[in-house]
């Protein structure tokens, strides 16, 4: 998997966006950029995933840039149940892979 | 979305004793499932992969006899902790595949070990 590299923390306020970045420089052409978040003794949970075009779904969206050296996720409207540590991790498609976790963000919404 | 079921959620046992942590794909068959382990303020570690109907395939650094995998059935994977010693204490949390091309994993809640 590439190696990513994230902020260890972030606070949001409570009711705006939540822009979390993640840089992978050493990607490979074929390898994704997945986004999973852990909520405190819980296990991870998907959120979105994308391989250079720009992606939305109704938990967030990711931009990647057009280098896809680095990427964000972005919340769109944070709330304290998205308080958690988000994990960006590059690896190749297919769901049937281990992932490998790196330290992630601990993203504190402030209400 | 696909549900991953652990059982039990948290297990305090004496030094020595053996544990038996299951994980379960609910909705969907899994012929492959991971089983990771998180210390405290630490990120997840993959220990194990599960593969029904062979042997699971260990990480560098984990014991395969300490840390007994069964993949019993399409839906149902054993974690045994053998012999358990406090250091062995974690949060040990499981993952399947998605079916139907979907390219993501789903986790199951964990389950906190606690030993004595």
């Known amino acids: 998997d590439a190696k990513t590299t994230q902020p260890t923390s972030m606070d949001c306020a409570e009711g705006r966006a939540a822009n979390l970045p993640c840089n992978h420089s050493?990607?490979?052409?074929?390898?994704?950029v997945y986004w999973y978040r852990q909520i405190h003794s819980q296990g991870p949970q998907y959120i979105i995933h994308g391989l250079k075009n720009n992606e939305t779904n109704e938990m967030a969206s990711l931009i990647i840039t057009e280098d896809r050296k680095s990427s964000t996720l972005i919340l769109p409207h944070a709330t304290l149940r998205d308080t958690a540590v988000y994990y960006c991790?590059?690896?190749?498609?297919?769901?049937?892979?281990?992932?490998?976790f790196g330290s992630g963000t601990q993203l504190t919404v402030l209400p | 979305g696909a549900v991953v079921s652990q059982h039990p959620s948290r297990v305090i046992c004496k030094s020595g004793t053996s544990v038996k942590i299951e994980c379960r794909s609910l909705d969907f068959q899994a012929t492959t499932m991971f089983w990771y382990r998180q210390f405290p303020k630490k990120s997840l570690m993959l220990m194990a992969t599960?593969?029904?109907?062979?042997?699971?395939?260990?990480e560098q650094g984990v014991e395969k006899d300490k840390f007994l995998i069964n993949h019993a059935s399409l839906t149902l994977s054993t974690l045994t902790v053998t012999s358990a010693h406090p250091e062995d204490s974690s949060f040990y949390i499981c993952?399947?595949?998605?079916?139907?091309?979907?390219?993501?994993?789903?986790f199951g809640p964990g389950t906190r070990l606690t030993v004595l």
């Open positions: 993952s399947a595949p998605g079916s139907g091309g979907t390219d993501t994993q789903y």
């Open positions: 599960s593969n029904e109907g062979s042997k699971a395939t260990y």
């Open positions: 991790i590059g690896g190749s498609s297919g769901s049937a892979r281990q992932l490998t």
């Open positions: 050493t990607i490979s052409g074929n390898e994704y």
